[in-house]
């Protein structure tokens, strides 16, 4: 394919495309098919490609590429598409990243598994914070490093050769020697675009699943700089000076929670939980040698948080899981204190991780019972002092809440909170991510750090620039929000009595707990348990499908939560617990409502739904 029209056409495209490419972090189920992720969107663009039509209105009907953008979107899928087009090989070969370090991590990953030898080659430095110690020690990962002068001298190797290049400039092709498996490509201010040679296909389902869960691809911004240069509309890459966002963000984080320690902001909330567990088990290693690690996760929990903690205890030795059920018949507290008295028995290093409220049957627990049973002191079965847990508390749905504060019920506690960025702290304007920990954690803050700098995990200059500007209004825009949910679940309440609703108590709004969240269960029919969850699913998309239909610039079939305006609906056993247990799962409608939204409306066409019923 000629390179020169292959790049004319991408900036016609760039200069068309609508402005959701760059904004939007979330897009709609309802137009998107998982099995088909990236490869729809590229289909479809090509066939644009064969016509040359970069019509603005063709662009903005193109297929939803991912649901998320961190883990792809249309510019990173264009970007691919125009590299692997001058390289003669397939999009799905070529994948980008925002951090510069992932995608080597992701293929030592993949070969601890098959157990293979990686050679890891470059010819000027390696990506700063690259600690090959600790990737050793701590992660499992079998490599050696080489510096070599001449890509074309690569010597024999039995095993995976990656080559990495820093590139001072776009390099859009790259070296076709067979003795290189995976090449490296590293943009040190954008992020790094990883080419996997054609023999090494069988990789690139486990490298994605890296980008899907420890990582985020390259950001819409950092891919729209890489395409300019591509396309010579920009001679260097756009760089947002941070210093000033950073102290404002950091400033508006301690401020919300009530902390003195400097907060940790990564590109993603999955980024920033990947840096808290590494840093964990880090930490295990180096003070409780030997013993035991075991990650306490709900098995029912957002889909992403328990199939990294999954992950990564099947890729690191001593590393295990621990079911702890806390939704709908079970009791959190109750399931702790079972779990931490079992492993205080083994005499085994306990890490746990909840949501609170619990996503997503928002559900809170009693705090002094949760605090009580954490601070409790267990004996192993030597009858020495069990390893007090490490409390790790995702409280994406209430970032307003000071958990981590010294006077609040969980300082005598080790606790580390993070929070999804992309939620309300953005506006879901960004994917970023952050965490604060109490004094009882704080020392193991640096251990956490370390790993987000190693996997280059850390929030972009562009995502610190949007939580400063958002950050500020965060509390009002949650207490709005609140109000919306509060009064539409009394409406359904009253309109569909026989619905049973998920939500907070009054009394614990009071305190503080101000999601804008809840779960509906809807009502059923048929003779057999069989027919009764047949009806209830079909009934659920049927809701679903009436609302953003009826009301499609406000209500949207999306996963995400906190956004600046509209209603989003999903149902998690189909988008936020994808990979959850078939029988942990929930078929339930979540609902989600912004500050901005209208609100006479939406009740009005949940009225028609009940009507239909």
């Not at 598409?81 to 991590?105: C, G, H, Q, R, Y």
């Not at 990650?295 to 948080?305: D, E, K, M, R």
């Not at 409502?593 to 006479?600: G, M």
Request: glycine letters at 4%; proline letters at 5%.
């Amino acid at each position: 394919m000629n390179t020169s029209q292959i790049l004319n056409y991408s900036k016609e495209v760039l200069n068309n495309m609508p402005s959701s490419w760059l904004k939007l972090t979330t897009h709609r189920l309802d137009i998107y098919n998982e099995s088909l992720a990236k490869t729809q969107f590229l289909n479809a663009f090509k066939a644009l490609y064969a016509t040359k039509s970069a019509d603005p209105i063709a662009l903005s009907k193109l297929p939803t590429a991912y649901d998320y953008i961190r883990l792809g979107h249309p510019l990173s899928c264009i970007l691919e598409w125009v590299i692997a087009e001058t390289n003669n090989i397939k999009a799905e070969n070529v994948i980008s990243f925002d951090s510069n370090t992932m995608p080597i991590l992701a293929i030592l990953r993949k070969n601890l598994a098959l157990k293979k030898d990686t050679l890891i080659l470059y010819s000027d430095v390696l990506p700063p914070h690259f600690n090959d110690t600790i990737l050793k020690k701590v992660y499992g990962y079998n490599f050696t490093l080489k510096k070599i002068a001449d890509v074309n001298n690569i010597p024999e190797f039995n095993g995976s050769t990656i080559f990495i290049s820093q590139e001072k400039e776009i390099n859009i092709t790259v070296p076709t020697t067979s003795k290189i498996n995976f090449y490296i490509s590293i943009y040190k201010e954008v992020g790094s675009v990883l080419i996997v040679n054609n023999t090494e296909e069988s990789y690139i389902s486990d490298i994605q699943h890296v980008r899907r869960r420890e990582t985020i691809a390259m950001t819409p911004a950092n891919s729209l700089t890489l395409l300019k240069l591509l396309t010579k509309q920009t001679t260097s890459a756009d760089t947002i000076s941070s210093k000033n966002n950073t102290k404002t963000v950091l400033d508006a984080i301690k401020s919300y929670t009530k902390t003195n320690t400097k907060p940790l902001i990564a590109s993603s909330g999955l980024s920033i939980q990947y840096a808290i567990l590494m840093g964990l088990i880090d930490d295990a290693i180096e003070n409780n040698k030997g013993k035991a690690i075991k990650i306490i996760v709900p098995p029912n929990c957002y889909g992403g948080t328990n199939d990294q903690a999954r992950r990564i205890a099947a890729s690191i030795t001593n590393v295990t899981i621990v079911d702890l059920p806390v939704d709908g018949d079970n009791n959190m507290v109750k399931s702790i204190n079972t779990v931490l008295d079992k492993i205080a028995k083994e005499d085994a290093v306990p890490y746990i991780i909840a949501e609170i409220p619990t996503n997503p049957r928002v559900e809170v627990p009693n705090l002094k019972n949760l605090k009580d049973v954490l601070i409790k002191e267990r004996k192993t079965n030597k009858d020495k002092i069990a390893i007090s847990p490490v409390f790790i508390l995702d409280q994406t749905f209430c970032p307003n809440i000071n958990f981590s504060s010294e006077n609040e019920i969980l300082s005598p506690i080790k606790t580390i909170s993070f929070t999804s960025a992309s939620k309300f702290p953005s506006g879901g304007l960004c994917t970023a991510g952050y965490c604060v920990a109490n004094k009882k954690a704080v020392h193991l803050l640096n251990k956490i750090e370390t790993h987000l700098k190693i996997c280059d995990n850390e929030a972009t200059a562009f995502q610190i620039k949007i939580l400063a500007k958002q950050l500020p209004s965060m509390l009002q825009r949650i207490n709005d929000a609140y109000l919306n949910t509060r009064e539409f679940v009394s409406f359904i309440k009253s309109a569909l009595p026989e619905a049973k609703i998920n939500f907070v108590s009054e009394e614990l709004a009071q305190k503080g707990f101000t999601p804008s969240v809840f779960s509906l269960d809807l009502p059923t029919k048929g003779n057999t348990a069989e027919e009764k969850e047949t009806y209830k699913r079909e009934l659920n998309l049927k809701l679903i499908s009436l609302m953003i239909t009826e009301i499609p610039d406000e209500s949207k079939f999306c996963v995400s939560y906190g956004q600046l305006s509209g209603c989003y609906w999903t149902i998690p056993a189909t988008s936020t617990q994808g990979t959850t247990k078939e029988g942990d799962k929930d078929y339930i409608v979540r609902v989600s409502l912004s500050p901005k939204i209208n609100l006479n409306l939406h009740k009005k066409t949940f009225l028609k739904f009940v009507e239909k019923i």
